[in-house]
């Protein structure tokens, strides 16, 4: 199939930096357990995989048997298993390659957390995705995206749905004291590498592929403009509303990492409050302004997200990649309510407190 060529085996000879330790060098597990704190800060300096996929696309050989997986751990040991892995995601049969994209999940986001290998994954999937011959395409870039995001421990709340990255002072560290930042860091670095694999996805004939290409495209690294572009561009002609929804907090998401909140407000803004836009794009104004901004939401918004909410509109917002609590919460107004709850917690004014 057309992604076959990110599974050509590296040749053993001639090795770089990046892939240094491809054989050799693999990391000790019981090693690590008896670090100090320092020692094992010091022995993962020596790993930034922030290194690993620029140098491989420098030296031209952006395959998967060319990275350094024996040099990283995942949830469960030394990442060696990641090849047979990422091959069975091409597996004709669609049961092989469901279990095969299960696996990765539990083992480079497990509970949440990305793991060093999730964002060495990343270019791998995004190809694999890529190519129409793959199943569950929307599943691989969702895994992608998610290489390169925070934990947000299950909690979708306006102050931090279209968070990607954890603050500064937040240093984390993954179950081997790998630093979490360094991880996503590089996952959000390849996903922007590879922009140009994603932006033709925006109009793929899937819905959920839609959707997922616009949520990875959010979680670039300093994304370049041709992405916003391309972002806007397919909202001008987009005709399904889980895709809309996508669209708008994709555009959201990337103006307040740019800085530019306000421009965020106001754009969110007349979205919500245009009549003649589709409710779908009103609602998802009405999110991507409580997202924009800490200003406390005026009764109109307010009113136009309890007109909103309704069995439709759950259904379009269970397909839209950034929630997680629609279903575990009860459904999409009680969501709303938990969304809404750092901001308006208890307020006689939210339509939402009494659900």
Known sequence: MAAAGVFVVARRHDRGVADKGAVGEAVDEDELLRMTPVRIEEYWRARDVRRVLPELRVEGRLVVDAVPWRRFCHAYGRADDM????????????????????????????????????????PFLIRLAASPAVHDRAGLLLLAAEAGHRNHFGRDL??????????????????????????????????????????PLLEDTDVAVRSAAAYALATALAAPPVVVRAL????????????????????????????????AVAWAERLWMG???????????????LCAT??????????????????????????VPWPDGIAREGGLAAWLTAFLSNAVAEKPENPFASL
């Open 83 to 122: 090849p047979d892995l990422l091959h069975g995601l091409s597996a004709a049969d669609p049961a092989v390659a469901s279990r095969s994209l299960s696996a990765l999940w539990n083992r480079v986001r497990h509970q949440g957390y990305s793991s060093a290998p999730a964002a060495l994954a990343v």
């Open 158 to 199: 306006c102050q931090d749905l279209l968070q990607v990255a954890y603050a500064p002072e937040d240093r984390r560290v993954d179950t081997w004291g790998y630093p979490v930042e360094w991880t996503l860091e590089a996952a959000r670095a390849a996903i922007a590498a590879d922009v140009s694999l994603l932006i």
């Open 232 to 263: 806007r561009g397919r909202l001008a002609v987009e005709d399904a509303e889980p895709v809309r929804i996508s669209l708008v907090l994709a555009l959201v998401q990337l103006a307040v990492e740019r800085s530019e909140a306000a421009a």
């Open 275 to 289: 009549e003649d836009n589709p409710i779908d794009v009103r609602f998802a104004g009405a999110l991507g302004w």
């Open 294 to 319: 800490a200003a406390p939401p005026p009764q109109s918004l307010l009113d136009l997200l309890a007109t909103a909410t309704t069995a439709a509109m759950e259904r379009w917002m269970l397909q």
